[in-house]
């Protein structure tokens, strides 16, 4: 799985990202402007994304602290950031920032599960946002 930018001189909005033409079978984030795309995961990398929200799912039913959501789901950080994280978790306190289309602004806690073709993107790039 090779993550890639599709490059352009023009920095992209949300709005760009909400009509962009894009392939449904792919994943795209707008990270400073540019569009990233990756392909859908591979098994390993959904195995593990299902274990760890299953925990923090148990978690949640006997505790109530919040919400818990997975990709795709849109995280709208700014006009030119969005992004997809693989899990997500909004604390009760900071359930204002649902919408019914997306979550706008930081969530409490974010979930990459880092793959070769992604991993400069997530541990660096991403991580600074």
């Not at 569009?35 to 274990?51: D, G, L, Y």
Request: charged share 30%; net charge negative.
């Amino acid at each position: 799985m090779v993550a890639i930018a599709v490059r352009n001189e023009v920095k992209f909005t949300y709005e760009d990202y909400l009509t962009y033409d894009i392939d449904s079978d792919r994943r795209y984030e707008l990270i400073g402007g540019e569009f990233f795309m990756s392909p859908a995961p591979n098994m390993w990398h959904q195995r593990i994304s299902r274990e760890i929200e299953f925990r923090i799912i148990c978690l949640l039913r006997e505790t109530g602290l919040g919400e818990v959501f997975n990709a795709p789901c849109d995280v709208v950080l700014s006009n030119e950031d969005v992004v997809q994280p693989d899990i997500i978790f909004i604390s009760k306190e900071n359930q204002q920032i649902i919408t019914q289309d997306n979550i706008k602004g930081s969530p409490d806690l974010l979930i990459e599960i880092i793959s070769k073709s992604s991993a400069q993107r997530d541990r660096i790039i991403k991580k600074a946002l």
